[in-house]
Each structure stands twice: as structure tokens, then as C-alpha cells.
T-cell receptor, first 114, second 113 residues
Framework: NAGVTQTPKFRILKIGQSMTLQCTQD?????MYWYRQDPGMGLKLIYY???????DKGEVPNGYNVSRSTTEDFPLRLELAAPSQTSVYFC?????????????FGSGTRLTVV | AQSVTQPDIHITVSEGASLELRCNYS??????LFWYVQSPGQGLQLLLK??????LVQGIKGFEAEFKRSQSSFNLRKPSVHWSDAAEYFC???????????FGRGTSLIVHP
């Protein structure tokens, strides 16, 4: 059981470049989330999805886009990368309505923008 | 909207000593409460959760947490810390009906031999 898989694990981007962070889960969870984690700041929600075809903004969506064409996949797109987007990105999923099941997290993508 | 505060950025304990990590939340009703642990270079792992019922919750790895409504707290405890417990610990709160918990800033646990 793979859980939540994120690729790549590490990436260095130049300012202005674009990239897609991949996230796949094999637990048939309807809810999926993207967070960024900066030192001492905890986790900030970027985007989330409650099912295929449905996405919504979180706390810090600027500079990012998402799509959810299938239950399994929830890619995060960075357009025109900026140094402020240097961070560790986590994808997570949860089952059911409400956070009763807790989240299952991927192992993260460490992104550096130079 | 809910919020959560972890007042301690770092906690240092000796191996074998007891541990208590503090978490305070702000929400009008009974929230969903969680503790997660993050080992270096890893994602977050759920330690335990509280929704209702018994206010003392047992989790994995020998951790427990107690919900105290009067103090709006959900502190994490462990009677005897092991060196492998060194990690970052996050408290999270989810409001009833919401599926998006809010995370605290985390507490870094350092364990001395």
C-alpha cells in the first residue's frame, strides 16, 4: 500500500521557470490537499480538492494552480517560479467527510528557486 | 475560524524523562484535535486524534493527549522519552463540519542522551 506518493523529492528551479509537482494516492480518498512548509511557520494550505473536478483555494494560493481530473491525482503547478516559493511542499489526502480520519501525508518535495 | 497555538518552539529533554508538549486552540464548539509527528526529511504521521468521548486519548508510540475544554488545551504527553522521539510535533484543530484542519507552527523536540 503506497499511500500518498509525491514526485520529485528535490528540485531546483530558476526564477521564471515553471514546473508541476505530482501527487498520487491509492487509497481512494476523495479529499486531497497541498501544503507548503516553511521553517517555524508550520503548514500553510495552498489548494484543496473534495473530489474529482472540484478544487478550491486555501490560505496561500497565489502563484500556484491545481487540477483534479481523477480521484488519484492532484498535481500542483508553479508558474513563473519566484524565490518566495522556495519551500517544502506536502500533499495529503483524507477519507470521509470532515477530518475524522486524519490525513495521510506524502514525504514531500523540497523546492529551491534561485 | 479556528486557530491553534503551540507556545514552545523548542523543547529539550533527557532520554527517559517525561514529556509534555503544549497546544491551545481557539474555537467556539468542540473541535477535532490532532497531534502529528514529523521526523527529519519525512512527511507528517498521525499520532492521535480526539473527536468526542473520553478526554484522555491514547496514540501510537506510547503517546497520549488530554483534552481540557476549560483550558482550551490538548497537550501531548509521554512518560519516558526515547532518543528516537526527537522530531517536530504539530498540533492541529479542525472545526466541526470542516474538513480542513489548521496546523500549529510546531514544536521541535530535542532529546539528550
Amino acid at each position: 500500500n503506497a499511500g500518498v506518493t509525491q514526485t520529485p523529492k528535490f528540485r531546483i528551479l530558476k526564477i521564471g521557470q515553471s514546473m508541476t509537482l505530482q501527487c498520487t494516492q491509492d487509497m481512494n480518498h476523495n479529499y486531497m490537499y497541498w501544503y507548503r512548509q516553511d521553517p517555524g511557520m508550520g503548514l500553510k494550505l495552498i489548494y484543496y480538492s473534495v473530489g474529482a473536478g472540484i478544487t478550491d483555494k486555501g490560505e496561500v494560493p497565489n502563484g500556484y494552480n491545481v487540477s483534479r481530473s481523477t480521484t488519484e491525482d492532484f498535481p500542483l503547478r508553479l508558474e513563473l517560479a519566484a524565490p518566495s516559493q522556495t519551500s517544502v511542499y506536502f500533499c495529503a489526502s483524507s477519507s470521509g467527510q470532515g477530518p475524522t480520519g486524519g490525513y495521510t501525508f506524502g514525504s514531500g518535495t523540497r523546492l529551491t528557486v534561485v | 475560524a479556528q486557530s491553534v497555538t503551540q507556545p514552545d518552539i523548542h523543547i529539550t529533554v533527557s532520554e527517559g524523562a517525561s514529556l509534555e508538549l503544549r497546544c491551545n486552540y481557539s474555537y467556539g464548539a468542540t473541535p477535532y484535535l490532532f497531534w502529528y509527528v514529523q521526523s527529519p526529511g519525512q512527511g507528517l504521521q498521525l499520532l492521535l486524534k480526539y473527536f468526542s468521548g473520553d478526554t484522555l486519548v491514547q496514540g501510537i508510540k506510547g503517546f497520549e493527549a488530554e483534552f481540557k475544554r476549560s483550558q482550551s488545551s490538548f497537550n501531548l504527553r509521554k512518560p519516558s522519552v526515547h532518543w528516537s522521539d526527537a522530531a517536530e510535533y504539530f498540533c492541529a484543530v479542525g472545526a466541526g463540519g470542516s474538513y480542513i484542519p489548521t496546523f500549529g507552527r510546531g514544536t521541535s523536540l530535542i532529546v539528550h542522551p
